[in-house]
Each structure stands twice: as C-alpha cells, then as structure tokens.
C-alpha cells in the first residue's frame, strides 16, 4: 500500500460503519499507470481497480483487528483516468466489483459508482473508496 500523500488517516470509523481514503492502483510492483483510452484499455483497467481494492482490504486493519469483522461492503465509488471518448469506466471497475464479492461473497455485493476524470495523483490509473458496515 503507497504511504500517504498529505495529512490524512487510511479509514475512518463512526459506529459501524467504515470508509477508506481513496487507494490508488499500486500493487506489488505493478503500480499501474497511465490512462485508459490512451495507452491502456479495459482489462488493465480491471487490473487497476482491483488493485485499488487490495488497498482498501489493508487499509481497514488499521482500525479492525480482522477482516472478518467486515458485515457488508455498502458501496464502492471507482475514479478511472480515462480519455473522453472512453466509455466503458463501469467495465474497468469489475476488477474492483469481481475481488469484493471473491473475498466476502454476497456481503460482498454492493453500490456503485464509476467515474471518468482527465486525471489522477501521480497519474495512477485509478483510485477506489469504499464504505463498509463492521462488527
């Protein structure tokens, strides 16, 4: 997981419920750069939204000692850099979407919200937050 940028905490809890910062698409030496419609296309952008996830998945034992401890994920909000005429944001998030309901199965299931934006910290190719309910 990439240290933080700014003065910020990972996750934050209020009663049961918990949201991440967003995590950006770096992971075990892939740090998954670059913009989709441009020199990536939809598969690597899968890659880098389940990345993003695996960011998420280490960011909530900062506040809980198990992910087992994880109800449901509520909803999942995706940032995909992408050109204008890609359109197709939704499919790149099912990298995201496809590893929540691996880990947790229909507790895993979720909201969602896939967004296209000209650009993203350090030209990460996408940043992934989540909102889960906890024990």
Same mark, same amino acid.
């Given at each position: 997981m990439? =240290? =933080?940028l700014a003065d910020y905490v990972r996750a934050k809890r209020v009663g049961a419920l918990v949201t991440t910062a967003g995590q950006v698409s770096a992971a075990a030496g892939r740090e998954n750069r670059g913009k989709? @419609?441009?020199t990536l296309g939809v /598969?690597?952008?899968r890659e880098a939204t389940r990345a993003c996830v695996i960011n998420c998945m =280490? =960011? %909530?034992?900062t %506040? %809980?000692?198990?992910l087992d401890r994880v109800r449901q994920i509520l909803s999942v909000h995706v940032f995909v850099s992408s050109t204008p005429e890609f359109d197709v944001q939704a499919a790149a998030m099912n990298g995201a979407s496809d590893l %929540?309901?691996?880990i947790? @199965? /229909?507790a895993?299931?979720?909201t969602r919200t896939a967004v296209g934006v000209a650009g993203l910290p350090l030209n990460y190719t996408a940043s992934v937050y989540l909102l889960a309910e906890v024990d």
């Amino acid at each position: 997981m990439p =240290a =933080a940028l700014a003065d910020y905490v990972r996750a934050k809890r209020v009663g049961a419920l918990v949201t991440t910062a967003g995590q950006v698409s770096a992971a075990a030496g892939r740090e998954n750069r670059g913009k989709l @419609g441009a020199t990536l296309g939809v /598969e690597q952008g899968r890659e880098a939204t389940r990345a993003c996830v695996i960011n998420c998945m =280490a =960011a %909530l034992p900062t %506040l %809980l000692d198990s992910l087992d401890r994880v109800r449901q994920i509520l909803s999942v909000h995706v940032f995909v850099s992408s050109t204008p005429e890609f359109d197709v944001q939704a499919a790149a998030m099912n990298g995201a979407s496809d590893l %929540l309901v691996q880990i947790f @199965g /229909e507790a895993g299931k979720h909201t969602r919200t896939a967004v296209g934006v000209a650009g993203l910290p350090l030209n990460y190719t996408a940043s992934v937050y989540l909102l889960a309910e906890v024990d």
